[in-house]
């Protein structure tokens, strides 16, 4: 009997983000799997709107619909009125659907995956729904939401109750984090979850452009910059990032190289506050770039730096560090459990202690290249052997089964 999975949680396949890069590679590495049909929720309008015109192989239906591989998707429609809450909002109209094409199909057994933990209020009755239809909900917790600087405290209130009572009502929880896995397990024990452990992925794949390409030159002109003259930070622009700590201990330190910060900077409260404490527009050496949405470009960038920053302190496993470990030699990230455990031996570590960083820094401008050429080894074999798409695929391949229990 053939596996009807619906995914729920992302904003689309493929667009600019963690969950939506794993569903274009899940769909993209299970392309030819014939037992399943994938079933997945996109949003119709607002920021992040799906545009499957972008998609190289997708298939447009009519204005709500469209196919990808073995892939049947549909769009939701989310009024603007809703605000900040319009996530919560997206994430119970898809659930709705979901339940609707179950009912109309008359669908055995199917899997609702749940990406990240926003209508844990509200889960119960929908629980309840599915369980009598035949089916089964899996959530993916997603890496302690409700820890974000970037929530106002009732929010994030909000978010942590929102986890324990997703928590509490799903029939399998996918970690993607031995660290979030263990954090379930001893946070939530009286709800006996039943977790299992699935990473994120990423290949070990070089970049398509070289370096007299336009695209490529036009860039490092563009932001006076050299190859290799380089320390990289990509990421989201939020404080538990850690961008406080590193451009200070960069400041501090003796190192000649720039610090290139590729993330989506506005020049919001928290910029003007990291300005203030550092001064880092007095610092030549430190160069936002905004953002940059053409992967082999990035790619690219991440090949020629001579460094990776990474300050990620919330979360699990991070996509911008699998993708720093398959691209980088040198990487440098804030010590905590979740970066240890993607990283191990191939990485150097720094904690928040005044100059640890900058130690650091200056000792790894200093680096013997063949010391940097082997940590480069052992982060891309970490790659292979435990983060290929594949490897993670076929791990959801069991789970997705219908008669997996």
């Known amino acids: 009997m053939k596996s009807n999975v619906y995914i729920i949680g992302a904003k689309g396949i493929g667009n600019y983000g963690g969950y939506e890069t794993f569903l274009k590679e899940l769909i993209n590495t299970d392309k030819d799997n014939k037992n399943i049909i994938y079933h997945i929720a996109c949003k119709y309008n607002g920021q992040g709107a799906m545009d499957e015109s972008k998609l190289d192989g ?8 469209f196919t990808y591989y073995n892939a049947d998707c549909f769009k939701i429609k989310v009024p603007e009125k809703f605000g900040s809450a319009q996530a919560i909002y997206y994430d119970i109209a898809a659930l709705r659907e979901c339940i609707r094409q179950i009912k109309s199909g008359n669908i055995k057994s199917p899997i609702i995956y749940i990406l990240a933990c926003r209508i844990g209020p509200f889960i119960n009755k929908y629980v309840k729904i599915i369980h009598r239809l035949g089916g089964r909900v899996f959530v993916n917790p997603d890496g302690h939401e409700w820890l974000r600087a970037k929530w106002p405290k009732v929010v994030r209130k909000y978010w942590k109750l929102s986890e324990a009572k997703m928590v509490k009502h799903a029939d399998l929880l996918v970690c993607d984090s031995i660290n979030i896995e263990k954090y379930i397990q001893s946070n939530y024990k009286k709800y006996v979850p039943n977790t299992t452990f699935i990473a994120y992925g990423a290949e070990n794949k070089k970049t398509s452009l070289e370096k007299k390409d336009g695209i490529v030159r036009d860039w490092y002109s563009k932001h006076d910059v050299k190859e290799q003259e380089y320390f990289l930070i990509v990421g989201r622009f939020v404080p538990e990032n850690n961008y406080l700590t590193m451009i200070r201990e960069f400041m501090n330190s003796e190192v000649r190289k720039d610090l290139v910060i590729i993330t989506n900077v506005t020049h919001n409260q928290f910029f003007e506050s990291l300005k203030e404490k550092t001064h880092f527009d007095r610092d030549k050496r430190i160069k936002f770039v905004g953002t940059v949405y053409n992967k082999e470009l990035l790619k690219y960038i991440r090949e020629n730096a001579f460094g990776y ?23 440098l990230l804030y010590k905590v459990g979740f970066n240890q455990e993607v990283a191990g031996k191939a990485a150097l570590y720094w904690d928040k202690e005044t100059g640890s960083l900058s130690n650091l820094l200056n000792k790894a401008e200093k680096m013997d290249q063949a010391k940097i050429n082997t940590l480069g080894q052992m982060s891309r074999q970490r790659i292979e052997n435990n983060y290929s798409w594949q490897l993670i695929t076929d791990k959801y391949n069991k789970i997705f089964r219908a008669d997996h229990v």
Do not use: F, K, M, R
């Open 58 to 65: 997708a298939q447009t239906i009519d204005d709500y619909h």
């Open 309 to 331: 920053l990474h300050g990620h302190s919330v979360g699990g496993t991070n996509p911008s560090l699998l993708e720093a470990l398959s691209s980088t030699n040198l990487n």
